[in-house]
């Protein structure tokens, strides 16, 4: 596809269900981004793959998050035991190179409600 | 910590006037800033990226300045258009000499730009 793409667009989770979101980036990029967004505030950093290895994780809120992308292209993030903080907007995003000084494409994002 | 603010919540004004969005941060050295436009369920799209040794970046209406000793970023939209209205979201890039990392994003201005 032309642009970073994300599935499902829209979960409802009950509270301690396991969910997985899917991050489809555009062929090619190196960097890969995990981003959540609050309602009415900016995207708050999760976590960053370059290819395959997942080079910062530090924003990732708690061990029941966990993120992967195993051949440097489709990324999967993984939330267990969810709970309603963890309602939000999930976005993904991935840059042509590493190293900065590149814009970065978004997906349109996962709407994740915890009931 | 470092710290990012966008002081308006929301803007409002006349089509055909030109809109002025701040952004201020704190305690950080980026070596670039991007500005973002993001529509309602839409994830955020790229518009431009201003490095720290540049004074003023242009791309067709749109003009962004870097102050970095203000620690500040001034993001206009002249001759503005209805179909402007959005939120815009300043991000910074990593402290000058660090390893490529994620985007520090603030809250988000929305600008309605009335007929």
């Known amino acids: 596809g032309a642009g970073v793409s994300q599935s499902p667009r829209y979960k409802v989770a009950k509270r301690g269900q396991d969910v997985a979101l899917r991050c489809d980036p555009i062929?090619?990029?190196?960097?890969l981004f995990w981003y959540q967004q609050a309602l009415g505030q900016g995207p708050e950093f999760l976590t960053y793959f370059q290819n395959e290895a997942q080079l910062d994780k530090s924003g990732l809120p708690s061990d029941r998050f966990f993120a992967e992308r195993p051949e440097g292209s489709v990324s999967t993030l993984k939330i267990q035991r969810t709970q309603q903080e963890d309602s939000a907007v999930y976005l993904c995003?991935?840059?042509?190179?590493?190293?900065?000084?590149?814009?970065?494409?978004f997906g349109q994002g996962t709407r994740l409600t915890v009931v | 910590s470092q710290k990012i603010e966008q002081n308006s919540e929301a803007l409002n004004i006349q089509e055909g006037k030109t809109a002025t969005l701040t952004c201020n941060y704190t305690?950080?050295?980026?070596?670039?800033l991007q500005w973002y436009r993001q529509d309602p369920g839409r994830g955020p799209v790229f518009l431009l990226l201003i490095r720290e040794n540049e004074k003023e970046k242009r791309k067709e209406r749109l003009k962004v300045t870097f102050d970095t000793t203000l620690k500040q970023s001034l993001f206009h939209i002249t001759a503005s258009q209805p179909a402007d209205s959005a939120t815009y979201l300043c991000a910074l890039g990593p402290n000058y000499g660090g390893s490529q990392g994620n985007l520090i994003f603030g809250k988000g201005t929305k600008l309605s730009v009335k007929p």
């Open positions: 995003a991935s840059s042509l190179v590493q190293g900065g000084y590149t814009e970065a494409f």
């Open positions: 062929s090619g990029h190196v960097s």
């Open positions: 305690n950080y050295s980026p070596a670039y």
